[in-house]
């Protein structure tokens, strides 16, 4: 089966755009993670979705945001750059059950901020 | 806020040799998994342990969960080249998230 498909590989943005990042899970995964890692501090959880509903969000600034459409694909956007969100996102997707449930992760999308 | 301190930070080894990376956590944690990572990749999951005590073997990798469910440990026998690569652990709980160490980087020379 496919795995978690997350695009763009690459991206390069300027300080003060904004970006939507995309994440198609597993078919059947209806929960989708988002993730940032940095070399600094390693994965920092960002939100969750299970049927387009946000469950859970990390300790980050309101200009990080995401979605969940109803066939699970999910994005996330960050508005006005900042030169530290350059960091390799990562998406997750796994059935929903809490605790136990192993996730599967995307390949990610490296952001690059200039 | 749940940490989990992952340790030693590097490793480097030769092959056919031993080795302990340690995940220790002051919190308790419903689930411990582990996970490698290698350069450009998205971390794949390795094993899932649930219950504290318990003990899960995969070849030559032996994963423990603490009694507490407080720590883990992953024990790699004979390492060999391919097992190159950033080892993770996360714990899980109730909620929707989890909580990833910052890593043991894996050296492994031939």
């Known amino acids: 089966k496919a795995g978690v498909t997350q695009t763009p590989r690459y991206l390069i943005k300027t300080r003060g755009q904004q970006v939507t990042l995309s994440c198609s899970p597993i078919?059947?995964?209806?929960?989708v993670s988002w993730y940032q890692q940095t070399p600094g501090q390693g994965l920092q959880f960002l939100f969750e979705?299970?049927?387009?509903?946000?469950?859970n969000k990390g300790n980050f600034p309101g200009r990080f945001s995401g979605r969940q459409f109803s066939n699970s694909r999910s994005e996330m956007n960050v508005s006005t750059l900042e030169l530290g969100d350059s960091a390799l996102y990562l998406c997750?997707?796994?059935?929903?059950?809490?605790?136990?449930?192993?996730?599967?992760f995307g390949s990610g999308t490296r952001l690059t901020v200039v | 806020t749940q940490l989990l301190e992952q340790s030693p930070q590097f490793l480097s080894i030769q092959e056919g040799e031993n080795l302990t990376v340690y995940c220790n956590s002051s919190?308790?944690?419903?689930?411990l998994q582990w996970y490698r990572q290698e350069p450009g990749e998205g971390p794949v999951l390795l094993v899932t342990?649930?219950?504290?005590?318990e003990v899960k073997k995969l070849k030559r990798l032996t994963f423990q969960f603490g009694d507490a469910r407080k720590d883990s440990s992953l024990h790699i026998t004979a390492a060999q080249p391919g097992d190159t690569g950033l080892y993770l652990c996360?714990?899980?709980?109730?909620?929707?998230?989890?909580?990833f160490g910052k890593g043991t980087l894996l050296t492994v020379n031939p």
């Open positions: 996360a714990g899980g709980g109730s909620n929707y998230k989890l909580t």
């Open positions: 997750a997707s796994s059935l929903g059950q809490p605790s136990s449930g192993g996730y599967t």
């Open positions: 342990v649930v219950t504290g005590g």
């Open positions: 919190s308790v944690f419903s689930s």
């Open positions: 078919s059947g995964h209806r929960s």
């Open positions: 979705y299970f049927s387009e509903t946000q469950r």
